[in-house]
């Protein structure tokens, strides 16, 4: 089970914290992940994050932005969001060993696996 929490209402250049806690066998995954839907919008991926080596993977639109994060010890991983923009405003969720697209260092694509993403929380950025 994932369940996240952190989302809100914020100022343009605004910041905010998204933390996912992860229960049953989904923090033993090799590859936990982000990613948004906008009202009327596709999914889009946002970040992936390896625990096993550290490895993070960004979507070019929030790369230098949005920073991916793990805490063993809670079985946590976080989404640090600063310089906030309106069309980062969407519905935010996170997701365990979703299949992804990367090239370099950039998040190309993400698809979550049946049953393995969270509830979600909202993002809004005026």
């Known amino acids: 089970q994932l369940v996240e929490s952190g989302g809100g209402s914020v100022q343009a250049g605004g910041s905010l914290r998204l933390s996912c806690t992860a229960s049953?066998?989904?923090?033993?995954?090799?590859?936990m992940a982000w990613f948004r839907q906008p009202p009327g919008q596709e999914r889009e991926g946002v970040a992936t994050f390896y625990p096993g080596n550290g490895t993070t993977y960004y979507a070019d639109s929030v790369r230098g932005r949005f920073t991916a994060s793990q805490d063993n010890a809670k079985n946590t991983v976080s989404l640090q969001m600063n310089s906030l923009k309106p069309e980062d405003t969407a519905m935010y969720y996170c997701?365990?060993?979703?299949?992804?697209?990367?090239?370099?260092?950039?998040?190309?694509?993400?698809?979550?696996?049946?049953?393995?993403w969270g509830q979600g929380t909202q993002v809004t950025v005026s």
């Open positions: 049953g066998d989904t923090y033993s995954r090799a590859c």
């Open positions: 997701a365990a060993n979703p299949d992804v697209v990367v090239a370099g260092t950039s998040l190309l694509g993400l698809t979550p696996r049946s049953g393995y």
